[in-house]
Each structure stands twice: as C-alpha cells, then as structure tokens.
C-alpha cells in the first residue's frame, strides 16, 4: 500500500514567556520577530504550518500564563487573561534557543499594533504547537498559494523543501514592496500578485495550470478566499486528500478560527 500522503504528530501541550531579541522590518508591513527563552531547548516544530498561540496582554507588560491542569487549560485566578493570536513558527533555531515569527502590520489588528512597536526585551506567552501535520516530501509538484499571512508557511517550507522539487508559489501581497526573496535548493516558480495594482488571488489561481503528476496543494489566508480555491481546485478534478486548504483570518473578525487547528 502506498504510504499516506500526511502524519499528524501532536505535541506536548507547553506555555512559556518569550522574550523580543531581535525586532526587524523585513518589508514595509512585515515584521520579524525573535524571540527567546530557556524553555526553547524544546521546542518542537516539524512542519511549514505549525503555529503557536502568541498570547499579549493589552494592558501592556507580561501576559499571564495558562497551566495544564487535569480540566485543560487553566488561567490564573485574578489576573487579566492575555489576548492569544495564531502565528507560524517561520524559522526555529534550537542552538540558539530562538524562534522568529513575521507579522503582518495590518490596520486595527492587537497583535499587528504589538509587533509594529515590539522592542528587546517586550514578552509574550507563546503556547504549543500543539501538534505538526507532516506532508510527505517526494510528491510530483508542491504549490502554494496564500496571501501575506500565509508567506511565513509558504516561506518556510519553499526553504525546507528537498533539491529538486518541483514547487509553485503563488502569492498575494499589497503592493510591490512587500515581495520576499527565499533561498531554496527546490526547483521554485513564484508568482507575486499585486493587489495594489487590482490583480485577484482567486482570479491568479484559476489561471495556473498545475504541473503533471501527484501533487500537494497549500492554500492559506482569508477564509472565504481559501474555501473558494478549494473548491476550484476539486472542481478540476485534484484528489481533495492533496489540498489543505485553511483561513487564517477573516474581514471583520478578530482571532479568527476556522477549526483547522483542532
Ligand atoms: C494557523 C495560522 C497561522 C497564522 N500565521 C500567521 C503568521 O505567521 N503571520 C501573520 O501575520 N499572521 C498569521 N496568521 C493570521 C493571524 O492570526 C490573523 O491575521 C490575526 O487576526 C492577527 O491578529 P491581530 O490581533 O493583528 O488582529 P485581530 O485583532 O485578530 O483582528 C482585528 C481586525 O483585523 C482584521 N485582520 C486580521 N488579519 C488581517 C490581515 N492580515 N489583513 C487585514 N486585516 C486583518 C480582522 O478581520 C479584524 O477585523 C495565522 C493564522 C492561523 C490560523
């Protein structure tokens, strides 16, 4: 029997309080966070989507922290209970003990406005991953399709991909300046689209036209625009078990969850 195309590994359930170490703006509306702690001696993150919790206190300085009692999480009695937000592990360096993650500086968002203004030494609550769904890396082709919130994940695994792979990236950003360069060893085509200039992710992806063979479609970002691309591409005929397709935010919504995570 041909081996599954995905694993699930979950993970120990695990809260700690990072520390800003680095705080750069890699493009006008993303920025680069690093962070560490000496709890990140362990810090498990197998796959491109992982994400973690990033939990802020709005009042400003450290956030509480959850324990795992024997009912799940529980908050300390008392004490404010910190915002949390979803954010993808970009890159993890355990030599080091740090973690980056890139946020998009969007308009109104609290954990936009943190990163816009984080600074060495600000502190976060960082819970999970809690789990790493592992795509298989000897398919035929890869493509990943996503707006900014996605480019970490896309990212990531555009730079863990093995030499050779096939692998299609197409990507919705505002405007010009926030393209990003990627160093990779896969054969990689990126397709930036430009929404300053009107172009559509929607009307992008229902344009391209897929590579022969068995391949595993990522799609990421706004929820409605990711179910749509779904569906488009099942309409084609792709085996639905190779797409994942996941909101990561949604117009309106703060926190959004789309259930992927649980
Ligand atoms: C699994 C997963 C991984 C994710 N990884 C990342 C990541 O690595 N980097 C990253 O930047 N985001 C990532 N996101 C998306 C991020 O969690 C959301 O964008 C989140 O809403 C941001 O929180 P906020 O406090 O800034 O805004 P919120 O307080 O949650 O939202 C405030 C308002 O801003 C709107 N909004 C939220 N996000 C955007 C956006 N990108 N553009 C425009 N308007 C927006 C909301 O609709 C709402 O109206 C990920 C989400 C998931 C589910």
Redesign the pocket.
Known sequence: MDRPVAERVRHELKFRLAEVVRAERITPH?ARITFTDPSFAEFPSLSY?D?VKIF?SPEGGDPALPVLGPNGVEWPAGAPRP?G????P?SFDKQKRELV????L??????????AHAKLGDRVGIGGPRGSFVVRNDLDFYVLIG???????IGRRIEELPARTKVEALVEVAEAGERQTFTTKAYLSITWVDRSKGASLINAAKEMALPPGRGYIFI?G?GSTSTALREHFVDQGHDPDLIKA?????????????G??H
């Open positions: 993303m989507d994400h802020i915002e937000r979803d954010y993808t970009r993650i890139d946020f998009v969007h308009e109104g968002g609290l954990a936009a406005e943190w990163a707006d900014e919130t996605a480019l970490p994940a990421a706004e996941a909101g990561y935010w949604r117009r309106g919504e703060a926190d959004f969850d789309d992927h995570a």
